[in-house]
């Protein structure tokens, strides 16, 4: 499991994130204080407070192409 802070700055970021995670077969959850919500779900991430950043864990070893993806959401 690879764990890393994500950020967005707008409605498209969401969804392109969201376009880019679905494309993967493991699992991929956000966390912000005690809500945990599938990265999967644009409705979960809305639910969660995007004014700071937002904990993402990756369950799987084999995430490089993933995480060079999404390299302009990482903070």
Do not use: Q, T, W
């Amino acid at each position: 499991m690879k764990s890393v802070n994500v950020s967005f700055k707008s409605i498209n970021d969401v969804k392109d994130f969201v376009n880019i995670v679905n494309r993967y077969e493991f699992e991929v959850d956000l966390s912000s204080g005690r809500y945990v919500v599938d990265a999967k779900s644009i409705m979960g991430i809305f639910s969660l407070d995007l004014s700071k950043p937002i904990k993402m864990d990756i369950h799987s070893d084999d995430c490089e192409s993933l995480l060079n993806e999404i390299k302009k959401f990482i903070v």
